[in-house]
């Protein structure tokens, strides 16, 4: 199983960017499907953007033209680029590492890391 780390997080004013990173540690990081999901309190957590173990990408709607996912196996790490931020993505955003074998799969989350988007 994967362990995984996120950092990058911090005070963004709108229209602004971040660079969030997921570092994996443990396993063999290439056979993972990766994600970005995020989380506001008093919400569920939401998928942001997936990116698959044949680097097949997909986002939510709400960040569709504004983020990229992206990963590097060598480096065991994926990123999400998120640009002209909006006070709506403000969030702890997590990384989440998922891998399916038959029925049955085994998944991991990072431990989170702040976002905020402010003026």
């Known amino acids: 199983q994967v362990q995984l780390v996120e950092s990058g997080g911090g005070l963004v004013q709108p229209g602004g960017s971040l660079r969030l990173s997921c570092v994996g540690s443990?396993?063999?990081?290439?056979?993972?499907?990766m994600a970005w999901y995020r989380q506001v309190p008093g919400k569920e957590r939401e998928v942001v953007a997936g990116?698959?173990?044949?680097?097949?990408?997909n986002y939510a709607d709400s960040v569709k033209g504004r983020f990229t996912i992206s990963r590097d196996n060598d480096k065991k790490a994926v990123y999400l680029q998120m640009n002209s931020l909006k006070s709506e993505d403000t969030a702890v955003y997590y990384c989440?590492?998922?891998?399916?074998?038959?029925?049955?799969?085994?998944?991991?989350w990072g431990q989170g890391t702040q976002v905020t988007v402010s003026s």
């Open positions: 989440y590492a998922k891998k399916t074998y038959g029925v049955g799969y085994v998944d991991s």
């Open positions: 443990g396993s063999i990081f290439a056979i993972y499907d």
């Open positions: 990116i698959s173990e044949t680097s097949v990408t």
